[in-house]
C-alpha cells in the first residue's frame, strides 16, 4: 500500500459580526424578525504540520475480497501503527515505522519523508523479505496544502530499489479533489475532517491490471487520516477473472504532541514481541500479545536448563502486570506499554522488593 501523505494545520477564514438597525438608530425590538441561523464555521484550507518525535497513530483495518462467480470471504481484522523514529534525519528529513498485524503474520516498513510529509523513500521488510525502494521526487497522494474544491493530478516514480513488487508499477499518478469538510466519529473520537477522493492511474502486475480508488477522511487539526475506504479492482489477463478488495481503515487510538490529542488504543499492541530483563537476574523473552490484551510466551533465564513459561495481562490504560516462571522463586514484572512499538518497567522475584536496577525492556519483533 502506498503510505499516506498527511496534512493538517487548520486555518479557518471566516467572521462573524453582529449589526444592529432601525428608526433613527433605534435598538431593534424583540418583535423584529428573529436573526438568521449562522451555520457552524466550516474548515476551508489544510496545510501540513511540522512532525515531532514519538507521534503515532493505530488503525483497526478490515479487507473483504471476492472474486467473480465466488461468493465473499468473511472480513479480515487486523491492526496497524505507524509511529515517528526517535529522531530526525540530518535535521530535514524523518523516519516512521508502520507496523501491521494479525493472527498470522507481521509486515512492517519504514518510510523516509520530508517535514511536510513527502515520501522519500520505502524500507519493507520482514522474516522473509526484505527490500528498499526510493523515489526521484517525493511521493505524495495529496498536495501538501489543500483547499476544499480543489482538484489535482500528481504523479511518481522510483528509482534505485530492490522491491519488484513496487518496480512493476512505477511510474503512477493520482487524481484527486478535496470534496467537502465532515465531522466523523470513530472509536478514537469525534473529528473535523475534509473528505477527499483520489483516483490511481491504472497499472499492470504480473498478468493482472488493476485500478485503484481511494476515499479518505483527514483530520483538520492534527492531519492525520481518520478513516480510509480504497477499492481494488484486479483483472486477470489470462482469464478474464475479476477480483475486487475493498480495504477499510479507521482510526482508534492517537498520541499527537504539538495538538495535545492523545487516546490509548489496546488492539495497537496485538502481536509478536521480544525483549529482555536484566538486574539480580538476566533473561530473554519472545511472547505475543492478544487484542484483549493477553500476553503469552517463554524467557530464557541465564543459568537455567530450560525455558520459563511467561503469561500476563495488559490493562486499558497498557499498564502490563507479568510473571515469569513460578513458585517462590517466580518473576513478577510491571510497567507499561504506552506506545505501539515498545514498553517496560521493573520486576522483582516472589514478591519481594527487587534491586534498583531490575529493569525489563520489550519492543515489537
Not at 496544502?145 to 519488484?164: H, M
Not at 495538538?259 to 514481541?273: H, N, V
Not at 529482555?276 to 503469552?296: A, N, P, V
Request: aromatic letters at 8%; one cysteine or more; glycine letters at 12%.
Amino acid at each position: 500500500m502506498v503510505a499516506r501523505i498527511i496534512w493538517g494545520g487548520l486555518l479557518v477564514v471566516g467572521t462573524l459580526t453582529a449589526c444592529g438597525g432601525g428608526d433613527g438608530g433605534k435598538a431593534a425590538s424583540n418583535t423584529d424578525k428573529p436573526a438568521p441561523v449562522v451555520p457552524p464555521v466550516q474548515p476551508v484550507s489544510y496545510s501540513i504540520a511540522a512532525p515531532t518525535v514519538d507521534d503515532y497513530t493505530n488503525y483497526e483495518v478490515h479487507i473483504t475480497t471476492s472474486k467473480s462467480g465466488i461468493a465473499p470471504a468473511p472480513a479480515a481484522v487486523s491492526y496497524r501503527s505507524e509511529m515517528l523514529g526517535y529522531a530526525p534525519i540530518g535535521g530535514s528529513s524523518w523516519i516512521e515505522y508502520n507496523v501491521a498485524s494479525d493472527k498470522m503474520q507481521q509486515d512492517q516498513f519504514s518510510a523516509q519523508m520530508t517535514v511536510d510529509r513527502g515520501v522519500l523513500a520505502h524500507y519493507y521488510g520482514n522474516i522473509l523479505v526484505s527490500c528498499f525502494f526510493s523515489y526521484k521526487t517525493p511521493l505524495r497522494m495529496i498536495p501538501s496544502t489543500v483547499t476544499i474544491g480543489q482538484k489535482w493530478t500528481l504523479s511518481f516514480e522510483g528509482t534505485g530499489d530492490t522491491c519488484s513488487r513496487i518496480k512493476d508499477i512505477s511510474p503512477v499518478s493520482f487524481t484527486g479533489q478535496a470534496l467537502a469538510a465532515e465531522t466523523l466519529a470513530v472509536k478514537a473520537g469525534v473529528f473535523n475532517t475534509v473528505k477527499v477522493g483520489i483516483e490511481q492511474s491504472p497499472i499492470k502486475q504480473g498478468n493482472y491490471s488493476k485500478v485503484i480508488s481511494y476515499t479518505v477522511w483527514r483530520d483538520a487539526l492534527s492531519g492525520r487520516d481518520v478513516k480510509q475506504v480504497r477499492t481494488t479492482t484486479a483483472t486477470n489477463l489470462l482469464n478474464g477473472q475479476v477480483e475486487v478488495e475493498s480495504y477499510e481503515e479507521e482510526l482508534i487510538g492517537l498520541l499527537i504532541a504539538s495538538t495535545r490529542q492523545k487516546k490509548f488504543a489496546l488492539e495497537s499492541l496485538t502481536g509478536k514481541w521480544r525483549g529482555e530483563f536484566r538486574g539480580e537476574k538476566l533473561g530473554y523473552c519472545h511472547f505475543e500479545i492478544s487484542t484483549q490484551g493477553d500476553m503469552q510466551g517463554k524467557c530464557d533465564l541465564s543459568g537455567a536448563d530450560k525455558a520459563l513459561a511467561l503469561k500476563g495481562k495488559l490493562d486499558a490504560r497498557g499498564a502490563a502486570s507479568l510473571d515469569i516462571g513460578g513458585g517462590a522463586d517466580v518473576l513478577h514484572l510491571s510497567g507499561i506499554f504506552d506506545n505501539p512499538m515498545s514498553g517496560e518497567g521493573r520486576w522483582s522475584v516472589g514478591g519481594k522488593s527487587g534491586a534498583e536496577n531490575n529493569k525489563w525492556v520489550f519492543v515489537r519483533e
